[in-house]
T-cell receptor, first 115, second 113 residues
Framework: GAGVSQTPSNKVTEKGKYVELRCDPI?????LYWYRQSLGQGPEFLIY????????DSGLPNDRFFAVRPEGSVSTLKIQRTERGDSAVYLC?????????????FGDGTRLSIL | GENVEQHPSTLSVQEGDSAVIKCTYS??????FPWYKQELGKGPQLIID?????GEKKDQRIAVTLNKTAKHFSLHITETQPEDSAVYFC????????????FGRGTSLIVHP
């Protein structure tokens, strides 16, 4: 398919564990965004990549959260020492160049549950 | 930062009726306003957007209006169908910079057949 792909679709783990969430953006899209969506809420911005670099990471809640995009395509969101409050759907979106006239295309998210 | 308020949180209509969802924003510098539809277990999908140099935009059964002075914008769906049932999100952002949208809290639209 040509859309944004996120894996896994569901992840259940215990408190304190480390998790990695993967995002495959649409081919050719240089801008990539991570969001977190809690039940009954809209997506909340976490971090934005333009190419390989994190252009804006102001939404990351604390230093347990980190994301990389080493080759400017696939991105991985990493969460250390997970807490129950980290449970949410983590969404990834991509756009052609990260400009306002180019809409964001979302994946279906990873539902993370911390027991 | 930007703050987007969205109302109502839930909207129930009969098939064929119209549905209107309203949003307000706080930052007068915002100039791009997309609307997303999110079905259960899926990611948000862009359905229509409007920029601040336009007051209204229409695409078949959906339309969006923007009042820059009052800082509010609305989504209008006419002739609703059961497949329109979903959660709808409005968002606001600025061109330039990193184009990070601020989302509303969503409206759950239920269309009864």
């Amino acid at each position: 398919g040509a859309g944004v792909s996120q894996t896994p679709s569901n992840k259940v783990t215990e408190k304190g564990k480390y998790v990695e969430l993967r995002c495959d953006p649409i081919s050719g899209h240089t801008a990539l965004y991570w969001y977190r969506q809690s039940l009954g809420q809209g997506p909340e911005f976490l971090i934005y990549f333009q190419g390989t670099g994190a252009a804006d990471d102001s939404g990351l809640p604390n230093d347990r959260f980190f994301a990389v995009r080493p080759e400017g395509s696939v991105s991985t969101l990493k969460i250390q020492r997970t807490e129950r409050g980290d449970s949410a759907v983590y969404l990834c979106a991509s756009s052609k160049q990260g400009k306002s006239n180019q809409p964001q295309h979302f994946g279906d998210g990873t539902r993370l549950s911390i027991l | 930062g930007e703050n987007v308020e969205q109302h109502p949180s839930t909207l129930s209509v009969q098939e064929g009726d119209s549905a209107v969802i309203k949003c307000t924003y706080s930052d007068s510098a915002s100039n791009y306003f997309p609307w997303y539809k999110q079905e259960l277990g899926k990611g948000p999908q862009l359905i229509i957007d409007i920029r601040s140099n336009v007051g209204e935009k229409k695409d078949q059964r959906i339309a969006v209006t923007l009042n820059k002075t009052a800082k509010h914008f609305s989504l209008h769906i006419t002739e609703t169908q059961p497949e329109d049932s979903a959660v709808y999100f409005c968002a606001a952002s600025q061109s330039g910079g990193s184009y990070i949208p601020t989302f509303g809290r969503g409206t759950s639209l239920i269309v009864h057949p």
